[in-house]
Antibody, heavy 120, light 107 residues
C-alpha cells in the first residue's frame, strides 16, 4: 500500500523559511515523479512543484519560482520542499502526491497534508 | 497556462438522483484529465484518470466522458458518501492545473 506522510509544517512570520518532508513507502520511490499541491483555507487545489524520477528534473508554479526548491532523497525515499521568503499567501495545507508515471501522469496517491501558516 | 473551468460551482441533488459535473479546458489536453473527490478537512482521492478510466476501488456509479475540451463526470444514484467537492485536473501541460471545484450537496 502506498503511504505518504508529510511533516514540517508550522506557524512562521513573513520572510521566514521552512522545509517540508514527505516520507514515502509502499512503492519504488525512484520510479515515479512526485509533486507538491497546496490548498489555502477554504480554497481549491493549487499545484506548487514537481520532480521527475531518476533525473530529478524540476518544475515550479510561477507563484513560488525562485523561492521554493523541490528535491528527493532516494536513500530515505523522502520528498522535500524547501520554502524560503514565505509570504502570507503561502498559507495553506501542503500535500505531497505521487504521480502515476516516471515523468508525468495523474496524482494517484496523496498524503494527509501539513499546514503552513505565514502570519505576523 | 491551461485554465480549467468547472460548472456548476454548487450542485444540489437529492440522494438517489443523478449528478452531472462539467469541466472545460481552455485548450486541448488530449485525454490527460483526472477527477478527484475531497471531503472537508480530508485528502483528495483519485476517482477518474485519462478522462474516463475509473481508479481502483471506485464504484461503477461513477462514470466520465470527454468531447474535445469538455469533460463530464456523472454520478448515478447519489449515495451519502458522494456529497463532497469534486475537482478536475489536467496533466497534459505545465503548469499542472486544477478546476475550481464543484460542491455536491444534499438537496
Amino acid at each position: 500500500e502506498v503511504q505518504l506522510l508529510e511533516s514540517g509544517g508550522g506557524l512562521l512570520q513573513p520572510g521566514g523559511s521552512l522545509r517540508l518532508s514527505c516520507a514515502t513507502s509502499g512503492f519504488i520511490f525512484s520510479g515515479f515523479a512526485m509533486t507538491w499541491v497546496r490548498q489555502a483555507p477554504g480554497k481549491g487545489l493549487e499545484w506548487v512543484s514537481a520532480i521527475s524520477d531518476l533525473d530529478s528534473v524540476t518544475y515550479y508554479a510561477d507563484s513560488v519560482k525562485g523561492r521554493f526548491t523541490i528535491s528527493r532523497d532516494r536513500s530515505t525515499n523522502t520528498l522535500h520542499l524547501q520554502m524560503n521568503s514565505l509570504r502570507a499567501e503561502d498559507t495553506a495545507v501542503y500535500y505531497c502526491a505521487k504521480r502515476s508515471g516516471a515523468w508525468n501522469g495523474y496524482l494517484d496517491s496523496w498524503g494527509q497534508g501539513t499546514l503552513v501558516t505565514v502570519a505576523s | 497556462e491551461i485554465v480549467m473551468t468547472q460548472s456548476p460551482a454548487t450542485l444540489s441533488v437529492f440522494p438517489g438522483e443523478r449528478a452531472t459535473l462539467s469541466c472545460r479546458a481552455s485548450q486541448n489536453i488530449n485525454s490527460n484529465l483526472a477527477w478527484y473527490r475531497q471531503y472537508p478537512g480530508q485528502t483528495p482521492r483519485l476517482l477518474i484518470y485519462d478522462a474516463s478510466t475509473r481508479a481502483t476501488g471506485v464504484p461503477a456509479r461513477f462514470s466520465a466522458s470527454a468531447s474535445g475540451t469538455e469533460f463530464t463526470l456523472t454520478i448515478t444514484s447519489l449515495q451519502s458518501e458522494d456529497f463532497a467537492v469534486y475537482y478536475c485536473h489536467q496533466y497534459n501541460n505545465w503548469p499542472l492545473t486544477f478546476g475550481g471545484g464543484t460542491k455536491v450537496e444534499i438537496k
